[in-house]
């Protein structure tokens, strides 16, 4: 009697579990599962003690991400400002990013690197700014130490250059 009694409890304990896995109430807890374990003790009925077991329910300990906020668009003096500091650095991916595919439509990276060669840097003043149009002064260091002074707009979205109209001052 007491063999049938032991199978009776294991074919027991065997069919909570499953039922629990199945209902989401247990599940393993094994390092890199990316769930915690919160295990929650099972009252014993009236009148008897508690039979010691327990329910693990699994929550998920993996970080939510933060919830999407809108980046505000940077200021459009300061594209302009940036793109002619990555210039002047010789950082010309960025300088291509941030709008100097716009500007050279048409025209290959290698051509808008080379477009440099005969500068040494760049010093903008920026006049005014008028909604997304940065109106400039534009002072071009020569490699033979010249100078070339130029004046004009560049118009900024989504934080790109898209348009420049830069002429000789």
């Known amino acids: ?35 915690a374990a919160v295990s929650t ?31 505000p ?14 210039v002047n650095e010789g950082d010309y991916i960025a300088a291509w990013a941030l709008g100097g595919k716009q500007h050279i439509a048409g025209n290959t990276f290698d051509a808008f690197v080379q477009s440099f060669n005969t500068t040494n840097m760049y010093d903008v003043t920026i006049n005014e700014v008028t909604g997304n149009k940065v109106e400039v002064e534009l002072d071009q260091l020569l490699t033979d130490e010249t100078h070339r002074h130029f004046t004009g707009t560049f ?3 989504d934080g790109v250059i898209v348009a420049a109209d830069v002429h000789p001052k």
């Open 1 to 35: 009697m007491t063999g049938v009694r032991v199978s009776l409890v294991v074919a027991l304990v065997v069919a909570l579990t499953g039922a629990g896995a199945f209902f989401g109430l247990a599940r393993a807890n094994s390092p890199g599962s990316g769930t």
């Open 41 to 71: 003790p099972v009252a014993g009925r009236a009148g008897s003690p508690s039979l010691g077991h327990t329910w693990t329910q699994a929550t998920d300990a993996r970080p939510q991400a933060p919830p999407m906020q809108s980046t």
């Open 73 to 86: 668009n940077p200021d459009p003096a300061d594209v302009v400002q940036t793109y002619f500091s990555a």
């Open 155 to 157: 118009t900024v979205e």
